[in-house]
């Protein structure tokens, strides 16, 4: 009878817990607006690009053996008026750039945007010059855009042939709204019948939430989910509902997002970033590090007196090998990241040792995340 009670009290107990254990091995989940983890199917930015001639620099620019500098400012001359044999000029205070631009949505003629100036020449600076008229063109070949004006350089360039001082980055600068928008590349959503919402992270069980959400605000089933990622909304023209009111009724709603369980690694930089959500199984981490150094050193052997020898350069070389012991970090079952990040510094693992291990854990199986190296 004692051992039914308490076979009847640990199953109890067990029912108790077991939502409380569920609770706890779910990512965590946050609540984020619609339009912050959607954009708009068709609504996106364009990108510019040009080739332009940046004048005025105080013999920073192009070296004679940049032709095609030379031949830019003859041809801008020749347009002008001004006859001139390209192979005569001989300035260095021009620098032919490349001009790039992001084109936003709904961009208007008279609308002015941000350029980036880059030299493309062997100019040592752009500081001070003049960014000469410079049609932009987006991928089809057609002109959206002209930008003209001067240049703001985050650094600077000084000296002369071996002494010289260079801060940040003087070859690229930046027009603020130096480009004039002159053909109109909007999208017209008043002759859209139905409208596409993208997650910025395709997810299944978020379409599903977020086709939930506007099914509820909007009263009816307009809302599907296509697959993992775009979410469509038809009956815009039944329901008398046009897409700027229709954007600007369900942008604010609130969404469940989980983070996505992923690390992200980068082998050059020695980068590790690992979401919350990321989990690992049990594994023991075995972590040791060999060190091999040569060592060359210089001796001058000196002959004996009256030997008729030859004083004489001989090197030495040393190899020494030194490999520590290997180290044990030992991770249980559902083992948070905070805890592998304590066990390898514990270890005394760099950076890239960390990126070297993720890796092998992956292999392993033991790491339940997306493991991405960039």
């Known amino acids: 009878m004692r051992r039914f009670m308490r076979f009847l009290f640990a199953s109890a107990l067990l029912g108790a817990l077991m939502p409380w254990l569920a609770a706890m091995e779910q990512p965590p989940v946050r609540v984020a607006r619609l339009k912050d983890v959607t954009s708009v199917e068709g609504i996106r930015d ?15 620019g192009d070296r004679q053996q940049t032709l095609f500098s030379t031949q830019t400012l003859a041809n801008y001359l020749q347009r002008m008026g ?24 709904f961009a208007r003629p008279g609308m002015k945007i941000d350029v980036t100036v880059s030299s493309i ?4 600076s752009l500081q001070g010059g003049i960014l000469l008229l410079t049609p932009l063109s987006a991928a089809d070949g057609q002109v959206y855009a002209v930008a003209q004006g001067p240049l703001t350089i985050g650094g600077y360039a000084a000296g002369l042939r071996g002494s010289t001082k260079v801060v940040n980055h003087p070859t690229v600068g930046r027009i603020p709204q130096g480009a004039l928008v ?43 989910a296509v697959d993992s990622r775009r979410i469509e ?10 897409v700027p009111a229709l954007l600007a009724r369900i942008g604010d709603l609130p969404v469940r997002s989980v983070p996505a369980a992923k690390v992200v690694v980068n082998e050059r ?53 030194q490999e ?51």
Not at 91 to 97: D, E, F, S
Not at 199 to 221: C, H, M, T, Y
Not at 291 to 309: F, M, N, R, Y
């Open 82 to 105: 001004v006859q001139i044999p390209a192979s005569t000029v001989r300035v260095n205070n021009i620098a032919a750039v490349f001009v790039t631009a992001t084109l936003p949505p």
């Open 233 to 242: 909304i038809t009956g815009l023209q039944a329901a008398g509902t046009d």
């Open 324 to 374: 520590s012991a290997a180290q044990v970090v030992q991770l249980k079952e559902g083992a948070t990241v905070e805890e592998l990040v304590r066990g390898l510094q514990t270890m005394g693992a760099s950076a890239r040792d960390i990126v070297a291990i993720l890796q092998a854990i992956k292999a392993a199986g033991a790491l339940q995340a997306e493991l991405e190296v960039l």
């Open 182 to 224: 002159e053909r109109d590349a909007a999208v017209d959503l008043g002759q859209m019948t139905a409208v596409s919402l993208l997650l910025r992270d395709p997810d299944f069980a978020a379409a599903r939430d977020v086709v939930q959400a506007i099914n509820k605000e909007l009263g009816r089933s307009a809302a599907r």
């Open 269 to 321: 930089t020695g980068t590790v970033v690992m979401g919350g959500a990321v989990t690992l199984s049990a594994c023991a981490i075995l972590h040791g590090s060999l060190a091999i150094q040569i060592t060359t050193e210089l001796k001058v052997s000196q002959p004996e007196p009256l030997s008729k020898g030859q004083t004489t350069v001989v090197p030495e070389r040393g190899v020494q090998a």
């Open 46 to 60: 364009n990108m510019l690009v040009g080739y332009g001639l940046v004048v005025g620099l105080g013999g920073t």
């Open 121 to 124: 020449g062997d100019a040592r």
